[in-house]
């Protein structure tokens, strides 16, 4: 028998169609992402994957921010009050906002350009002041046209700035190419570009060995990023060799929070080449062209089918009482996941895709967000966002009103029903894949019809296009919502 959350889809596809419209234990080893270059992917789309990985009771909201014109000049505040001044002119944006948190937000603005990233460690006595950390990504994600843009726009304001918090890669792509910069508490930071036919992977320690800041295609960074490391003894050329970014600046690289997982997705991409105990490169080639099932599938991974397996560990995967320091990819933390699929020579609405997993992606399943939807749920957010700064950083890190609106929220919803899982994870992962069924390989199944059928209204029919992308959209929403409501109504009666 067919099933009813996809007949739905078909249904509101064809209306739509014919419609006229130890350090170990200290470590704060959070998130986890990936980026293919454009020749590893089997569409020739830049993919980035990432898993958002925070503690405590936290939630997350997702906004559709609209372009501005600030007046001339303008500023934009920091979090301790401090005013910066800042191109008046931003961007069209999605956001991904988990309040009072410093830097757990992700974007993507209308130029296709996609910024995660991932919490690194640096060494103490490497570190200086600095004053710019929550704003940074939003101010270069309202301005950057393009990944490039943005790894610049970045270093200027870490430069000029200064960064505040101990360490942090950014990882930053578009439909060209992926960069992964890695920024040192202060002034200092380095960038390099993924490769077009390689993928890089990035748990939360620094992965840029060797540079060469005289090939600005693949590098860029900070001018005195080796004379710094030198003058704080963080490096001498005579005894330690050539110089190498992470294992100069990184605090404890071999982690074992981080090893593993990282082992485990490149074993995942590129075969069984590397051993736990190896330091990684930045980059490798994939072993077949990759597409954004492959990727869900490594956002997802328990050490599945290696010695490590937590697939049948008591008390569930995803717990810190089962994985010890050998912590896998998925985790308990794992607030949501992108895999952003970023794609040339297409219209604007959906050249930039993100597959989006609204909590833990082994608790749930990823729908397709395209950046061209414009009328996004009402329980994707309660509120609508503030357009100027001042008001952005007070209500992010004071959101009372918004902590007891929280339960309005479908991403709460799905948080409660991934803690009811996770009390007998095994049993009852089991009944939820059972009512999720195969959704998600459906909606994968119905991309390229989809997107061929919207070529063929857009061509004719702007207007008209874009109302038929709104209410496919809706029609997935409606069956991802019935899922999760049939859960809810199954694991409350099983409690009962």
């Not at 029919?461 to 859960?487: C, M, P, Q, S, V």
Request: one cysteine or more; a positive charge; charged letters at 25%.
């Amino acid at each position: 028998m067919r099933k009813k959350g996809i007949i739905l889809i078909i249904f509101l596809f064809f209306i739509s169609t014919i419609s006229v419209y130890s350090n170990n234990q200290k470590c704060s080893c959070n998130c986890f992402t990936i980026i293919a270059g454009k020749n590893a992917t089997a569409d020739g789309s830049v993919l980035l994957a990432h898993n958002e990985d925070d503690g405590g009771n936290r939630y997350l909201q997702i906004m559709r921010v609209p372009s501005k014109n600030f007046p001339s000049p303008a500023f934009a505040f920091l979090k301790n009050g401090e005013k910066i001044e800042v191109s008046s002119h931003t961007q069209e944006l999605i956001w991904f906002e988990m309040p009072e948190l410093y830097f757990a937000d992700s974007f993507l603005n209308e130029s296709g350009v996609v910024i995660v990233s991932n919490g690194c460690a640096s060494k103490e006595k490497a570190q200086e002041k600095g004053k710019i950390s929550y704003m940074l990504r939003r101010l270069v994600a309202e301005r950057a046209r393009s990944a490039r843009e943005a790894v610049l726009l970045l270093g200027k304001f870490v430069e000029k700035y200064g960064y505040d918090s101990s360490g942090r890669t950014y990882s930053i792509a578009d439909s060209n190419e992926g960069w992964m910069v890695a920024v040192v508490k202060g002034h200092h930071w380095v960038a390099e570009r993924v490769d077009d036919d390689k993928v890089a992977i990035i748990p939360n320690h620094y992965n840029i060995h060797k540079i060469d800041l005289k090939n600005s295609k693949k590098f860029l960074g900070s001018k005195d990023i080796i004379s710094f490391a030198i003058k704080h003894g963080l490096y001498n050329p005579q005894k330690d060799g050539e110089f190498d970014f992470a294992k100069v600046y990184a605090t404890n690289l071999k982690n074992t929070y981080n090893t593993y997982r990282q082992w485990s997705a490149l074993r995942l991409i590129g075969g069984d080449r590397f051993k736990v105990e190896d330091i990684y490169p930045f980059e490798i080639t994939p072993e077949k062209k990759l597409s954004p099932k492959d990727l869900m599938r490594v956002l997802r991974d328990h050490f599945e089918g290696t010695e490590y397996d937590l697939s049948k560990k008591k008390g569930g995967p995803n717990t810190p009482s089962t994985y010890e320091n050998k912590r896998p990819i998925c985790v308990y933390t794992t607030r949501y996941s992108i895999v952003a699929q970023l794609r040339k020579n297409l219209p604007k609405p959906i050249s930039s895709l993100l597959w989006v997993s609204i909590g833990k992606p082994d608790t749930s399943f990823f729908i397709p967000i395209y950046f061209g939807i414009k009328d996004f749920p009402a329980d994707f957010s309660f509120k609508k966002p503030p357009y100027d700064y001042e008001s952005i950083v007070k209500l992010h890190f004071s959101p009372v009103k918004s902590y007891f609106l929280k339960n309005k929220l479908i991403y709460t919803r799905v948080r409660q029903m991934e803690r009811f899982i996770e009390k007998d994870y095994y049993n009852r992962i089991k009944v939820l894949k059972g009512i999720f069924g195969n959704f998600e390989k459906e909606l994968l199944n119905l991309q390229p019809q989809f997107e061929k059928n919207f070529l063929s209204i857009y061509k004719q029919d702007k207007k008209r296009a874009l109302f038929f992308l709104d209410t496919y959209f809706k029609g997935i929403y409606i069956n991802f919502k019935e899922k999760i409501e049939k859960a809810e109504r199954v694991f409350i009666k099983s409690s009962n």
